[in-house]
């Protein structure tokens, strides 16, 4: 079975800063997504960025990248010129990607990290 | 992205009492949907697993004659909380997928429910 942890269940930043939210996982497979999502006071989820474990470069979206260390199974977002409507809970999730067992298409997500953006 | 709508948005009922949520995928075919439950300040935790079609798969310890999954559409999957006690008030979510070896999975907005 696949988990995920986050390490830090609170966090802050002011306005304009960067911020690094930590992921770790454990899976005996190789073909994978990882999933950073947020979820503002509204409880919309709403997915952030997206990585497939084969590609080794890390992906980006504006203002948000990972960093992807796939042999430590590490997955951290680093939030850039952090903004006031960043804050939320932020979750790391894990899907597997090819068919098999019970385990295909369903995301395995982490414990969460409430971040909070300061003025 | 696509939208998925649920409702109710907020429901409070007496305990004993059934109560359905409804899960819609506005603009696509969901050939698979999930239903997740979450407390607050926590995790989304699945419950169930439900293609089109079939019966729903249950997380382990989840009740299944308790909380009712169908997805009789590619549209529309209800979740139905039957004889509810004050330890089912949550926050439930729901969450649409097409198929495929990879495609986004799309969030309802969530339904609070709350049994006094």
């Known amino acids: 079975a696949q988990t995920v942890t986050q390490s830090q269940p609170e966090m802050s930043v002011q306005e304009a800063e960067t911020v690094t939210l930590s992921c770790t996982y454990d899976t005996s497979e190789s073909n994978y997504y990882l999933f950073w999502y947020k979820q503002p006071p509204s409880r919309q989820m709403i997915l952030v960025i997206r990585?497939?474990?084969?590609?080794?470069q890390n992906a980006t979206e504006n203002r948000f990248s990972v960093n992807f260390q796939k042999a430590a199974k590490s997955f951290s977002l680093k939030i850039s010129d952090s903004q006031l409507g960043d804050t939320a809970m932020y979750f790391c999730?894990?899907?597997?990607?090819?068919?098999?067992?019970?385990?295909?298409?369903?995301?395995?997500f982490g414990q969460g990290t409430i971040l909070t953006v300061h003025p | 992205g696509a939208v998925v709508s649920q409702h109710p948005s907020w429901v409070i009922c007496k305990s004993g009492t059934s109560v359905k949520i409804e899960c819609r995928s506005l603009?696509?075919?969901?050939?698979?949907m999930f239903w997740y439950r979450q407390f607050p300040k926590q995790s989304l935790m699945l419950m169930a697993t439900?293609?089109?079609?079939?019966?729903?798969?249950?997380e382990q310890g989840v009740e299944k004659d308790k909380f009712l999954i169908n997805h009789a559409s590619l549209t529309l999957s209800t979740l139905t909380v039957t004889s509810a006690h004050p330890e089912d008030s949550s926050f439930y979510i729901c969450?649409?997928?097409?198929?495929?070896?990879?495609?986004?999975?799309?969030f309802g907005p969530g339904t609070r429910l709350t049994v006094l």
């Open positions: 990585q497939e474990a084969y590609k080794q």
């Open positions: 999730a894990f899907r597997l990607l090819n068919a098999g067992g019970t385990s295909y298409g369903k995301l395995t």
């Open positions: 603009d696509f075919q969901a050939t698979t």
């Open positions: 439900s293609n089109e079609g079939s019966k729903a798969t249950y």
């Open positions: 969450s649409a997928r097409l198929g495929g070896s990879y495609n986004e999975q799309f």
